[in-house]
């Protein structure tokens, strides 16, 4: 990195594909894709690892939206399948509903969204988009993936542990007691205790990523990279990082709390803490507990890592739709400096707006109001992002490809997601949407709409950086209106759910009268929900048909300006033929400088006209 | 089919805002009109965020499907604006939403107060529960307190007991205490805008004031177990006449050993 060599010519012009410019030693094909520490193939690994993971959670939820268009009716196809259900006639059971929405989130959220974020795309594009040749500590980003799998394992023994029908079902939340005591219900017995050893592996390999990530953007930026050059992209992932080391341990914690509580399940020997137990419950006809603990410290630490987790959750998104915004606007991006210092907003106020998931649980009204106030004012840098999205786009030179769709429905659906936020913010309001579908459609909007269709984008706008192919851009269009109506007709009418009163996590809503005439609403919830999941069967196809027969493409198939685009595609072990140095910010799109050059990007690598400035050196 | 896809982002927020008029007529939206004080309150500011989040909707909506309209109109020899943003506009749009999201925080605090903080509760309200709510998988168990004495928090003898139906005077301040004998569970009542969750070792003091007698929907919105879904409840709103002359009934079938004897017939 001492060396600062400016790149006197740019490659998008001419493609020359000597990719191993550093001239590594042959690697064994389990030290090159297994078990490898290049952060590519680790982003790749985690990459079709979410994408697999993203089918399993689907199906999960595929079947909870079939017990509620048809409840108590035997399932298709996988009623049939496995033994397992033949005992109840291929029902879903109460006890096997409440499995299947707890693993539904599980998945989605540890295995699927973290992970696709920080993992796959914080892998792949940290040392790329930075000029590095790759990560600060690679072996620790092996482990990093590595240790996806023994979590991977936990849920998935998880399922069985307790008996075929006693999977885990005590929410992704897990609030004790019910998660605590193992009397409390079919799935808190050795299924509960499995879960907890499996968010804490994710928890384990998420650690090691962010302490990569904040290093690596800290200390190998290429010369000229200053922090003001970054791309949004890396920005968000830095600030994710900060906010998974600073909101992880907490978690940690909670979870071996949890898991002391509940040892005596799984050993002969038990600790018999009792951290979030109070005394004189009779549980199911148990014997009264023993202890002094107290269930909302669980509630307290638990969101107090998964508030902050939301953000982990959206943010990285965030900063790869600003990215691909402007590239396909052909514009810089609206705002930049506001952009970073509302996401910085974003994650420092999420650290103080946690609260807002105990509104109607019994803590003292004060911290209710102040809670309140600070989730309020977390909606402020959120809606000057989408200001910005839309000053992005504005008076842009669009290219309407799937990327753009996608990104342009990021923004469109983010806004609903954040304002119907604001319903729940306000306490007296969200007394009575707590714990209703109107919850269920808010988060979907914000996890789905927002960060999976900024997904869907990414894949296809790196993807020809990470195989050297195109994907179909037609089929990625198909795939784009099938999800986005399916994703509309799936979780809109849920807001009206909510206002209804319907209770979410119900297996059967409809005991209730009051409830009984939304089944017709929730069957065609559920119709839309199985054409959103068969869409992503184009996407997986599509992905992996285009790995081997895609439209091969140079270095910058998409005219963009960041440092990746200068490697080749894809970049060899070491990434950069040429160690790039930066000259320039990331959104010089349409400037009057690219004009001079006939082209309507500049990379950042390309030097400034002759005899100019030398670059400002990032490093010290 | 540039055009298409500004027309498809411009299309479907109308559909969704279309849905969402449709939608009390056709019984998607409240279950009824709120039926206490408190529920007015609360569908008043429901309403007032409605309107603010429904004009930001439409005008967001409107700008992107603009932007991208913009974008499909393009000639294609035309050049993108070239510009990195503009510090006022960015001064604009940070403080006018900064005052919407402060103004709507102050109009919550004082209906917050009303149904959390204790010393706001109505003094009639605050003077003496009128049942104890004992939540428990998965059935709603209910205490009274024998007529002519007051609730302890300890169960005493005579006090009166029954499962999933509770008895309440309408048009009066009412206090009940919420607890749960095990996991947690939350005391949901939809049509009076109720909710409050019945945490393990705390007792809760809930109030509200229901406007008509009649009976109304009890259920748990905190997941408890397998058996969330049927913890199926009725509270029923009466006169005072008559909730005594329930609890003297209750009274009287609780004492009542089936032996026809002079004193306990009296």
Known sequence: ?620 | MKKFWAIFFWFWPLVALWLCAVAPANNWWFPSPPLSTLGHQIDGLFYLILIIVAVTFIGTQFALGYALWKGATKGSGDKAWFSHGSHKLEIIWTIVPAFILVFISLTQLDVLAEIRVISHFPKEARKAPAAEVMARQFEWRIRYARPGTELMNEPRPGDLYYVNEVHVPAVQPTMINLRTQDVQHAFFVPRLRVKQDAVPGLIIPVWFEIEQAGEYELLCAELCGWGHYKMKARIIAETPEQVQAYLSRLEQEQNEDGVADEQSSQ
């Open chain 1, 1 to 620: 990195m001492a060396t600062i060599t400016p790149a006197l010519e740019t490659h998008s012009q001419h493609d020359h594909d000597h990719a191993h410019g550093h001239g590594h030693h042959e690697q064994s094909f389990i030290s090159k894709y297994v078990f490898s520490t290049d952060h590519k193939v680790i982003g790749i690994q985690f990459l079709i690892t979410t994408m697999l993971m993203l089918m399993v959670g689907g199906a999960l939820a595929l079947a909870v939206r079939w017990q509620l268009a048809f409840p108590w009716e035997s399932m298709p196809i996988i009623g049939r399948l496995f033994g397992l259900f033949q005992t109840e006639g291929g029902q879903i059971s109460p006890e096997f509903y409440t499995m299947l929405f707890t693993m539904h989130a599980s998945v989605m959220i540890f295995l699927v969204i973290i992970p696709v974020l920080a993992g796959a795309f914080g892998n792949f594009l940290i040392p790329l988009q930075i000029g590095a040749d790759d990560m600060a500590f690679p072996v620790l980003n092996m482990l990093s993936y590595w240790f996806m799998w023994p979590a991977i394992f936990c849920f998935g023994i998880s399922f069985v542990a307790g008996g075929a029908t006693a999977g885990p079902g005590n929410g992704w939340t897990s609030y004790p007691v019910l998660s605590d005591i193992a009397s409390a219900a079919p799935g808190s017995g050795a299924a509960q205790t499995w879960w907890l050893f499996g968010l804490t592996l994710v928890g384990v390999s998420s650690m090691m990523g962010s302490v990569n990530y904040m290093t690596t953007i800290i200390n190998m930026r290429a010369p000229g990279m200053t922090l003001f050059r970054m791309p949004l992209t890396i920005w968000s992932m830095f600030i994710t990082a900060i906010l998974q080391a600073f909101a992880l341990p907490v978690l940690t914690a909670a979870g071996f709390m949890l898991v002391f509580d509940r040892l005596h399940e799984l050993l002969p020997t038990s600790i018999h803490s009792g951290f979030f137990i109070p005394s004189g419950l009779v549980v199911n006809n148990a014997a009264p507990t023993v202890g002094g603990g107290q269930p909302l410290l669980w509630q307290h630490l638990f969101w107090f890592y998964s508030h902050p987790a939301v953000y982990i959750m959206l943010l990285p998104a965030m900063g790869m739709v600003s990215d691909m915004l402007a590239c396909m606007s052909r514009k810089p991006v609206f705002g930049y400096k506001p952009m970073v210092y509302s996401m910085a907003a974003i994650a420092g106020l999420g650290f103080i707006v946690w609260g807002h998931h105990m509104f109607t649980s019994g803590m003292n009204p004060a911290l209710g109001m102040t809670f309140m106030t600070s989730t309020m004012m977390i909606a402020l840098p959120s809606a000057i992002k989408v200001f910005n999205w839309i000053g992005t786009i504005w008076d842009g030179n669009i290219q309407f490809n799937a990327v753009f769709l996608n990104c342009a429905a990021f923004v469109a659906l983010f806004i609903v997601g954040g304002l119907s936020g604001i319903f729940m913010a306000a306490v007296p309001v969200d007394i009575y949407f707590h714990d209703t579908y109107f919850i269920v459609a808010h988060f979907h909007y914000v996890l789905f709409g927002a960060t999976l269709f900024g997904v869907f984008a990414s894949v296809q706008f790196w993807f020809p950086k990470m195989f050297g192919r195109m994907m179909s851009d037609r089929v990625q269009k198909v795939h784009f209106v099938l999800t986005f109506i399916g994703m509309n007709g799936t979780f809109f009418p849920m807001h009206l759910l909510g206002i209804a009163g319907m209770p979410r996590r119900y297996a059967d809503p409809y005991l209730h009268g009051y409830l009984e005439h939304l089944l017709p609403m929730n069957q065609f919830m559920t119709i839309s929900a199985i054409v959103m999941g068969f869409a992503q069967f184009l996407l997986l196809g599509n992905f992996f048909y285009s790995i081997f027969c895609g439209k091969k493409c140079g270095r910058n198939p998409w005219n963009a300006n960041g440092l990746e685009w200068s490697a080749p595609s894809p970049p060899g072990h070491g990434n950069f033929d040429v160690p790039p140095v930066c000259f320039r910010g990331p959104y010089e799109y349409s400037s009057p400088e690219a004009d001079a050059m006939r082209q309507d990007f500049i990379l950042q690598t390309s030097p400034p006209p002759a005899g100019v400035v030398r670059p400002a050196v990032a490093h010290h």
